[in-house]
C-alpha cells in the first residue's frame, strides 16, 4: 500500500474536541490523509480548518461535502482560505446528499443533482483560479466575482464520493480522484472501469487519478460485538435504495431482500441478522491486526491508491480501540 488514508470517526463518543490527538497520532505514525464527513455532526469546514491548522504533513480532505448546501463560490472561497492555513495539502471531496439531508433537514430543492455536481465544480475550479467568474449553467449563475484573497499556488483536488455507474464517470471525466464507499474489493475493478469510461470521453489519463474508499476497520481480540456493530450500520444501508442496488450488484442480493423483508415486517433485529457473514467480511475489517492488514492489502491489490481506514469500536468509550486500531494498521 503507497498510502493509507484515516477517516475521522462520525460518532457522538468522540467528540471534536478529541480528534485532534487522533489526527496527531496519524500524521506520527505516517498516515498520508486525514478525512472528515458531514451529516449532522461536525461540519466539514470546521473540522478540516482544525485538523490543518493543527498538523504539519498530513493532507487533509473533506469525505464528502455535500454541493447542495452550500454555494459553489463560497465553497472555492472556503478551500483558498484552507489552501491558506495548509499549502498543498487540502483536498476538496464533494458529493450529492440525500432528499431528507436537502429538502427535510435544508428546506432545498433536490433536482438534476449530477448536473448540480458538475456545474459545481466547474465553479469551484474557477473561483480558485483567482479569475472573475461568469457563468451561466441550468443550476448555478455568477456573475462577476473574483476572489478578494491569493488563490492556492497549487490546485486544490478535486475528488467525487461516487458510488454508481453515471457519478463514476462523472468523476473521472472532471475530477482528480474519487472517494468509494461500502464496496467490496471484487467491485473495485467494475467501478474502475466506469472511471476509465469517463476519463476517456474527456481525453484524461488516470495515471495521478486518486481512488480511495472508506473501509469500517476494527482491529480487536473480541470481534463479534464489532461485527454485530457493523451488521447494524450495513443493514441501515441496505434499505437506501441506491446502496440496495449496488450491493445487489456486488453479488449480495440474498442478503438485501432478506433485510428489506425483516424490515418491512418492523422485526429490526431480524433485519439485522439477515447480513451474512460473507457480507460483512466484504464490506468491512474486523479482527486481528494481521487479518486487517490483509483485507487492507486486499482493498489495495484490488486497484486502491489509497485505503482509507473508518476506525469503529461499539464500547462505550471507542477512543481506546480507535487509537489501537489507528497505530497497529500504520505500523
Sequence with gaps: MKRLGLALPFTQAFPLSDYLS????????????????????????????????????????????????????????????????????????LGISSRIIVGEWNGLPFERPLEQLREAVQVIRMVLSGERVNFEGRCYRVRNFRLLQAPPAKPVPIYLGALGP?????????????????????????????IEIGARSAGRSLADFEIAAF??????????????????????????????????????????????????????????????????DGLGAVGSADFCRQRLEAFAKAGLTQPV???????????????????TLAA
Aim: hydrophobic share 45%; aromatic share 6%.
Design 166 to 194: 453515471r457519478m463514476l464517470r462523472l468523476a473521472g471525466e472532471i475530477a482528480d480522484g474519487v472517494l468509494l464507499n461500502w464496496i467490496p474489493p471484487e467491485a473495485i475493478p467494475g467501478s474502475i472501469r466506469q
Design 215 to 280: 473501509i469500517r476497520t476494527a482491529v480487536t481480540d473480541e470481534p463479534e460485538p464489532a461485527r454485530a456493530a457493523l451488521a447494524r450500520d450495513i443493514t441501515g444501508y441496505c434499505i437506501v435504495d441506491s446502496y440496495a442496488r449496488f450491493f445487489t450488484g456486488c453479488g449480495f442480493g440474498k442478503d438485501v431482500e432478506a433485510v428489506n423483508q425483516a424490515w418491512r415486517s418492523g422485526d429490526r433485529q431480524a433485519a439485522v441478522g439477515q447480513i451474512s457473514p460473507r457480507f460483512l
Design 22 to 93: 487522533l489526527a496527531r497520532e496519524a500524521e506520527a505514525v505516517g498516515y498520508d490523509t486525514l478525512w472528515t464527513g458531514e451529516v449532522g455532526g461536525p461540519d466539514a469546514v470546521s473540522t478540516m480548518t482544525l485538523l490543518a491548522s493543527h498538523t504539519e504533513r498530513v493532507n487533509v480532505a473533506s469525505g464528502v461535502m455535500p454541493v447542495q448546501t452550500r454555494t459553489p463560490v463560497v465553497v472555492g472561497m472556503t478551500a483558498a482560505s484552507l489552501a491558506q492555513i495548509a499549502p498543498g495539502r487540502i483536498r476538496l471531496g
Design 309 to 327: 481506514v473508518f476506525p469503529f469500536s461499539p464500547a462505550h468509550d471507542p477512543r481506546p480501540a480507535l487509537f489501537r486500531t489507528l497505530k
